[in-house]
């Protein structure tokens, strides 16, 4: 059996980058460029107004003061969007809004709350700086810098910025194709009766949410019967559709549990099977000849989920290019003590209170990897080394940031 980390470098290893594929901006949300972007237009792409205001020429203020006011002939309006042919002339402003293009012959601009506006004349009482309220063509990149490396999944920020340089595509890896096969002759899809001994199939759609969160929607979630034929067809047509197949369930030592004979049916090369880890030890990872990717995760929806956060999302990641794979990690201090056996790396359910003047980590009641309610409401996973066996109340330990959309940092 191997360790945690031994586990997680097999998998960065066994995973390549996909290669590159053109997509427009709108369809980008969470993808990777494969190279850096130069920027095909500066930006700003010219000097324009901070303010809503008046255009001027600093030396003509240089004399205002408190008892001696300057006036200027306001000669003109600017509203963004506007290319003023005539020059700005000693002696006058313009009106000027914010994002308006700075007139020629204007080197400062004056915001309209520090003047006193009469009729077409406006009053200043103190001299303005050269540059003042100007924001400078190619200021924040020239012609030709990079505007955004690779590395990043592109978010909200990223995919303005790129926009605002005016381009249309960028060049990100492809995203890979994930198929989601859930197996037991116990389970029943959500809607329909239950009959005695059955149980809803509940991985799925965990999975299923957890991949949205890196912008990937399944190609296929499917069920399978717990009969090795089933099995065997099932994952030889999920790794005919998928790059990446997710299969919960069957990965134990029980007499039902077939993924791993059906996966080397299928020419699954097998990369590792068992972590030292709680929940999820027997996690089964294994690679096809042509580079495609099993995950056998245990069937308890907790072990599955952790599996998938641990393992997966970053085989996801790295498949699209990501830099970092890992969840992020900190070190808080526990709420309260608590007791393990050593020999395994336990992953805990948690809450991380980030959100006060000092910062803890709750673990929550119900670890069982057959318990959700106490997944459903934390927000990391608190991550107990192998060989420790007891914490006190105050001591670091490391915390796995789970993603969400919805996160909240307070406790409770
Ligand atoms: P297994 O890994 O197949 O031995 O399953 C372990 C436990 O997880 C059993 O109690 C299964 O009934 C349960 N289980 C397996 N797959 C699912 C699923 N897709 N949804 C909910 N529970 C599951
Ligand atoms: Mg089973």
């Known amino acids: ?17 996909f290669p590159g594929q053109a997509l427009a901006l709108a369809e980008a949300w969470g993808r990777v460029l494969t190279r850096p972007v130069a920027a095909p237009i500066p930006s700003p792409v010219f000097d324009n107004s901070a303010m809503d205001g008046y255009a001027l020429n600093a030396a003509d203020t240089a004399a205002a003061g408190p008892g001696a006011p300057v006036t200027l002939f306001v000669a003109a309006t600017v509203p963004a969007g506007i290319c003023l042919r005539s020059p700005l002339k000693p002696g006058e402003a313009m ?15 004056v915001k309209q709350e520090e003047v006193e506006r009469a009729g077409e004349t406006i009053r200043l009482s103190r001299p303005v700086s050269w540059g003042e309220n100007i924001r400078r063509r190619g200021e924040e990149l020239e012609i030709g810098a990079e505007v955004l490396g690779p590395g990043r999944p592109l978010q909200a920020a990223a995919l303005a910025l790129l926009a605002g340089f005016g381009l249309e595509r960028v060049a990100v890896h492809a995203a890979p194709r994930v198929g989601v096969l859930v197996t037991g002759s116990e389970l029943v899809p959500p809607g329909a009766p239950l009959e005695p001994a059955q149980i809803y199939e509940s991985n799925s759609f965990g999975l299923n949410a957890a ?10 979630a499917e069920r399978c019967r717990d009969r090795r034929e089933d099995l065997q067809w099932a994952l030889a047509e999920g790794l005919q559709r998928a790059d990446f197949l997710i299969v919960t369930g069957g990965v134990s030592v029980g007499d039902f549990d077939f993924v791993k004979e059906a996966a080397a049916d299928a020419g ?27 995950f056998g995760l245990p069937g308890n929806p907790a072990s599955a989920l952790v599996c998938f956060y641990e393992y997966v999302r970053p085989a996801l990641l790295r498949a699209l290019g990501a830099r970092e794979l890992f969840l992020p990690a900190l070190r808080l201090p526990l709420a309260q003590g608590l007791k393990k056996k050593p020999g395994l790396r336990h992953f805990l359910k948690a809450r991380a209170d980030l959100g006060g003047a000092a910062p803890s980590l709750h673990i929550l009641e ?47």
Do not use: Y
């Open 1 to 17: 059996m191997i360790s945690v980390p031994e586990a997680q470098a097999r998998i960065v290893e066994a995973v390549s980058p």
């Open 95 to 109: 009106r000027i809004f914010t994002g308006a293009k700075i007139p020629e012959g204007a080197d400062a601009v």
């Open 211 to 220: 991949l949205q969160e890196l912008g990937l929607v399944p190609a296929f």
């Open 268 to 294: 699954v090369r097998e990369v590792f099977w068992k972590v030292r880890q709680k929940p999820g030890k027997p996690i089964f990872f294994g690679k096809k000849s042509e580079g495609k990717c099993l």
């Open 366 to 412: 119900g670890q069982g990897s057959h318990l959700m309610r106490s997944f459903a409401a934390a927000n990391a996973l608190a991550v107990l080394p192998e060989e420790g066996e007891s914490w006190a109340a105050g001591e670091l330990v490391e915390a796995h940031l789970l993603p969400s959309i919805f996160q909240t940092w307070r406790g409770g």
